[in-house]
C-alpha cells in the first residue's frame, strides 16, 4: 500500500495555525490533501498531527473530510511518521508537509514511479534540489523507515525524517533531476508574505475540481514577474541555501 503522510500542526512558531489559513476559501490543508487525490498510486492520505490539545482541530477537521489521521509526538516527526505508517500498513510512503499547496500530482508520481523502477529504499527530487522549494518529493519503503527510526539517534534526525536515509548510510538512492534547475523559485508558505503570494498564484489560476501544474505557475510567473518579489525577502531553508545555481 502507498500511502501519502502529511506531517500537520498548529503551532507553527512563524505563521501559527497557518494550516488553516484561507486560500481561495478553502484552508490551506484542503488544498494540499485535494492536490494529492489526483495521484495515479496513492492508496491513502494520511494526517499526522501531534497529541497536543491545540491540534484536535486538525484531527477534527481530518474527519470531517474522510482523511485518515494519526497522533504522535511533536517533536520527533520520525517517530510520529513510523508509527503512523505502521498503523495504517503502508509499504511505500510519501512525505508531505502541509505548507505547500503547489504540489504537482505529475511530480510526485514521476518519484514514486523512480522508487518503483529503481527498487530504491529512498528517492527524492530534492537531492539535489533542481525543482523549485515547495515542489520537494520524498518517497521511500516502509522498512528503510523503521531501520531509520531505530539506528538515527540526532535531533536534527528525528526532527526532518528522512536525512539519514538519504544520505544513504546502507539505503540505496535515487534521485529525480529536473532537465532545467527551478530550485531558486520559493513555492511554500512559512511566512505572511508566502501566504500573501501564494493567495496571488491561487487568484489567477485556481478553479475548483481542476489541478493546475508546475508548468502552469512557471506560465504565469513569466507573465507576472511581479509576483515572484511577494516573499522575496524570506529565507531559505538549508537545502536551497546550500544549492548552488549555475
Excluded at 502507498?2 to 506531517?7: D, G, H, R, S
Excluded at 497557518?18 to 495515479?40: Q, T
Excluded at 503547489?102 to 529512498?122: A, G, H, M, N, Q
Excluded at 538515527?152 to 544520505?167: G, R
Aim: proline share 3%; with cysteine.
Amino acid at each position: 500500500m502507498i500511502a501519502a503522510i502529511v506531517q500537520a500542526r498548529i503551532g507553527s512558531t512563524r505563521l501559527p495555525a497557518k494550516v488553516f489559513s484561507d486560500i481561495k476559501g478553502f484552508p490551506l490543508i484542503w488544498h494540499v490533501v485535494d492536490r494529492l487525490k489526483r495521484s495515479k498510486y496513492l492508496d491513502e492520505i494520511i494526517i499526522a498531527t501531534t497529541k497536543y490539545t491545540k491540534d484536535n482541530r486538525i484531527e477534527k477537521w481530518s474527519k470531517e473530510n474522510d482523511v485518515l489521521c494519526f497522533r504522535g509526538s511533536e517533536k520527533n516527526v520520525l517517530d510520529r511518521y513510523y508509527h503512523a505508517a505502521k498503523k495504517f500498513k503502508a509499504d511505500i510512503i510519501v512525505r508531505i508537509t502541509a505548507d505547500d499547496p503547489c504540489k504537482d500530482y505529475k511530480i510526485i508520481d514521476k518519484v514514486i514511479e523512480l522508487l518503483l523502477r529503481t527498487d530504491s529504499d529512498y528517492a527524492s527530487n530534492n537531492r539535489p534540489p533542481t525543482y523549485p522549494e515547495g515542489m520537494d518529493v520524498e518517497v521511500f519503503k516502509s522498512t528503510a523507515l523503521h531501520r531509520t527510526q531505530l539506528e538515527a539517534s540526532s535531533t536534527y534526525d528525528k526532527e526532518h525524517v528522512t536525512p539519514y536515509m538519504s544520505e544513504e548510510n546502507g539505503f540505496t538512492v535515487s534521485s529525480q533531476v529536473n532537465r532545467e534547475n527551478l530550485s531558486f523559485h520559493r513555492w511554500t508558505i512559512d511566512e505572511e508574505s508566502d501566504l500573501i503570494m501564494m493567495r496571488e498564484i491561487y487568484e489567477h489560476l485556481f478553479v475548483e475540481g481542476e489541478i493546475f501544474t508546475m508548468d502552469n505557475i512557471l506560465d504565469l510567473l513569466n507573465k507576472h514577474p511581479d509576483i515572484t518579489l511577494l516573499n522575496s525577502q524570506v529565507g531559505r531553508s538549508q537545502l536551497y541555501r546550500d544549492n548552488k545555481n549555475d
